[in-house]
């Protein structure tokens, strides 16, 4: 069964940053393209930063890009992403999602909860 894992959000002041982690059962990431996404209340879902499988190059939206960075450990079978300078608007439930392409989301985590004030 396949199973992604989102984890490390939290509780945090504008400007500071924190590090979430996607991991996975069942399913080896290094073979997809993992996304992270968020949706905030009241809000669609939206993407935020991509890694490919093939190349490793990373896309960014306007919203996070300069601020966010996604990497990947293959090793520990794990996709990061760290966030920097947050702000109170990217207070969302952030999800991480696996697919053959970016932006794909053929499989997805339950999510973790990024709150981000003062």
């Known amino acids: 069964q396949v199973q992604l894992v989102e984890s490390g959000g939290g509780l945090v002041q504008p400007g500071g940053s924190l590090r979430l982690s996607c991991t996975a059962s069942?399913?080896?990431?290094?073979?997809?393209?993992i996304g992270w996404f968020r949706q905030a209340p009241g809000k669609e879902r939206e993407g935020l930063a991509c890694?490919?499988?093939?190349?490793?190059?990373?896309y960014y939206t306007e919203p996070v890009e300069g601020r966010f960075t996604i990497s990947r450990d293959d090793a520990k079978n794990t996709v990061y992403l760290q966030m920097n300078s947050l702000k109170v608007e990217d207070t969302a439930v952030y999800y991480c999602?696996?697919?053959?392409?970016?932006?794909?989301?053929?499989?997805w985590g339950l999510g973790t909860q990024v709150t981000v004030s003062s």
């Open positions: 999602a696996a697919d053959s392409y970016c932006w794909g989301r053929d499989y």
């Open positions: 069942g399913l080896t990431l290094a073979y997809y393209a």
């Open positions: 890694i490919s499988s093939s190349d490793g190059n990373t």
